[in-house]
């Protein structure tokens, strides 16, 4: 489950964990055993994206940058991010997806090329690769992470 807060940490989450299990308990009887309920939070991936692009002139080049960069936090935000209605937890954005984000941003630049990394943290530590590489996990869920955008002009 994951909570509309999900970036200031876990503590609304443990907070509520133990009321909706009850709450589950209750609504289901005996149809349903404490061992077959699993309450958890997603584990979160930061999707961190570096775009490389050209610039015809100086002159609109911060906001540029910035239009990029907040182009690819509203794609990725989980809760509206993708075609509008977030992302379901267990499914991540693919490359693919981000570049065509990329593709349809109406500014100034032309965009060369991007790389994406995914950064999470489980019980054996923290973990970083590429996108693609990225397991499938049913727990987990893309969050925007640190994007950076390098301005060639031309």
């Not at 939070?41 to 990029?68: C, H, R, W």
């Not at 991010?81 to 500014?107: F, H, N, V, Y």
Request: overall charge negative; charged content about 25%; glycine content about 8%.
């Amino acid at each position: 489950m994951m909570m509309d807060d999900y970036y200031e940490g876990s503590s609304s989450f443990n907070s509520l964990k133990d009321r909706l299990l009850e709450e589950i308990r209750a609504k289901c009887g005996a149809t349903v055993s404490n061992r077959m309920i699993r309450l958890s939070e997603p584990v979160y991936a930061e999707i961190s994206v570096g775009v490389y692009a050209e610039l015809m002139g100086t002159d609109k080049s911060f906001e540029t940058q910035n239009i990029i960069r907040e182009s690819i936090e509203a794609f990725l935000d989980p809760i509206s991010g993708g075609t509008g209605a977030g992302w379901d937890i267990g499914r991540l954005p693919t490359e693919r997806q981000i570049g065509m984000m990329l593709s349809s941003i109406k500014c100034d630049a032309f965009i060369r090329r991007y790389v994406v990394t995914a950064r999470y943290v489980d019980k054996k530590g923290t973990h970083e690769c590429e996108l693609e590489k990225l397991a499938a996990n049913p727990f987990v869920i893309g969050v925007s992470g640190t994007h950076t955008v390098h301005m060639q002009f031309v």
